[in-house]
Nanobody, 124 residues
Framework: QVQLVEAGGGLVQAGGSLRLSCTVS????????LAWFRQAPGKERAFVAG????????HYADSVKGRFSMSRDNAKNTVLLQMNNLEPEDTGVYYC?????????????????WGQGTQVTVSS
């Protein structure tokens, strides 16, 4: 059974940093795609960043380019999202998601498994 567990959310002031982690169990990652989405209250789930596990290729939503960085820890089957210079608009529940087909784009329907989410709140 594949499970994704996020950690690292919290409350931070604008301009601060947080690092999220997503650990995958029940599957050995190879040619998978992983991504982070976020959902603010009253809004649809939105793409933040994605990576192709095999090569480490990544891409980001325009709103987070230059501030967020996605990386992976092969030994721990974990992806990380380093978030710097946070803004109140970054507030939301952050979800980690996995595509066994290697998709790592911005369409939620392209993914097979989702974590439960972790709350990120940025105060002004």
């Amino acid at each position: 059974q594949v499970q994704l567990v996020e950690a690292g959310g919290g409350l931070v002031q604008a301009g601060g940093s947080l690092r999220l982690s997503c650990t995958v169990s029940g599957r050995t990652l190879s040619r998978d795609g992983l991504a982070w989405f976020r959902q603010a209250p009253g809004k649809e789930r939105a793409f933040v960043a994605g990576t192709y596990w095999s090569t480490g290729a990544t891409h980001y939503a325009d709103s987070v380019k230059g501030r967020f960085s996605m990386s992976r820890d092969n030994a721990k089957n974990t992806v990380l999202l380093q978030m710097n210079n946070l803004e109140p608009e970054d507030t939301g529940v952050y979800y980690c998601t996995l595509s066994i087909q290697g998709f790592y784009g911005n369409i939620p329907g392209g993914y097979d498994y989702w974590g439960q989410g972790t709350q990120v709140t940025v105060s002004s």
